[in-house]
């Protein structure tokens, strides 16, 4: 499979609690961004990467999210004190990095706070 | 800035008939792309279409056709002979392809096919 892989694909966590989820964009694919859905929306842009450098955040995203894309492959999303509020479908796309091009999705991972 | 509006938030049809999809955009910017992208139940957004905005040629692709209108602002989404697999959300999403190339997608059109 060659596609943008996620995981986990579902997470429960209680709130206060730190989650972490990973990743993996399409290999040739130099950029990675992260979105964040909420039923009956369409998905918020987050961040993203080119290669390894984190270009640009939303205001979407509090100091208690975080995300990293060490070596310029996977990318990994963290959010510290999770609340109810930030239950939601994360998801990862990715693209060749040329302007306005496709991106490509992942199929996401579900984060429900208790 | 840019927006996306996808005014049709449910739309029902039978199976065979045709439906379209509409979808209106904003920006100030002369160089943009529009895409769709398809939603099933199982979650992952498919890419259907990337048009830019010097190209407003309609396209179809077997029963999917798009219509792009720069003067009326609109990139409307045609499926023709819908089929039940064609159950899904419908995002349509604006990219101002800026340095950082973020998507504004619009709050989806949800299509129920029924047989």
């Known amino acids: 499979d060659t596609g943008v892989s996620q995981d986990p694909r579902h997470k429960i966590t209680k709130r206060g609690q730190n989650v972490t989820f990973r990743c993996d964009p399409i290999s040739e694919h130099n950029r990675l961004y992260w979105y964040r859905q909420t039923l009956g929306q369409g998905p918020e842009f987050l961040t993203y990467?080119?290669?390894?450098?984190?270009?640009?955040k939303s205001r979407l995203l509090s100091d208690r999210f975080s995300a990293e894309r060490p070596k310029g492959s996977f990318s990994t999303l963290e959010i510290q004190r999770t609340e109810q509020g930030d239950s939601a479908m994360y998801l990862c796309a990715s693209s060749l990095g040329g302007r306005g091009d496709t991106q490509y999705f992942g199929p996401g991972t579900r984060l429900t706070v208790l | 800035a840019q927006k996306v509006t996808q005014a049709q938030t449910e739309i029902s049809v039978v199976e065979k008939e045709d439906v379209t999809l509409d979808c209106v955009y904003e920006?100030?910017?002369?160089?943009?792309?529009l895409f769709w992208y398809k939603q099933p139940p199982s979650g992952e957004l498919v890419f259907l279409i990337r048009?830019?905005?010097?190209?407003?040629q309609n396209e179809i692709s077997g029963r999917y056709s798009w219509n792009f209108q720069k003067s009326t602002s609109s990139f409307n989404f045609t499926i023709t002979a819908s089929q039940v697999v064609d159950s899904a959300v419908y995002f349509c999403a604006l990219s101002e392809g800026g340095a950082n190339n973020d998507m504004r997608f619009g709050a989806g059109t949800r299509l129920t096919v029924k047989p």
């Open positions: 048009r830019n905005s010097f190209d407003e």
């Open positions: 920006t100030r910017d002369t160089t943009y792309y």
């Open positions: 990467f080119q290669n390894e450098a984190q270009l640009e």
